[in-house]
């Protein structure tokens, strides 16, 4: 990964009530630890839809899954700061 690379991707789709705030969330975490993130949209992308549909919001840290349906901010930050 390089570092102009988000590290955190938040994947979800509009309208969906669980991603608006993990968004918040990770807007909060990634300007506090000075990281860049991401948004995806199973609309946008059929293999997202498939693999993930049951369990937006999900947010994936480098790369990997890290939670899904809600993002719990203290376990974000310990992720981001490791």
């Known amino acids: 990964m ?8 938040l994947i979800g789709k509009p309208g969906c009530h669980l991603c608006d705030q ?3 969330v990770i807007e909060r975490v990634a300007v506090d630890l000075g ?5 995806l949209s ?11 549909a049951e369990q937006i919001p999900v ?18 930050r310990s992720a981001l700061s490791g």
Request: aromatic fraction near 8%.
């Open 2 to 9: 390089s570092d102009d690379e988000p590290r955190v991707t």
């Open 22 to 24: 993990a968004r918040e």
């Open 35 to 39: 990281v860049g993130w991401t948004e």
């Open 42 to 52: 199973i609309l946008d992308d059929p293999a997202l839809r498939e693999r993930y």
């Open 59 to 76: 947010t994936l840290v480098d790369g990997r899954q890290h939670d899904y349906w809600r993002v719990d901010e203290d376990r974000l």
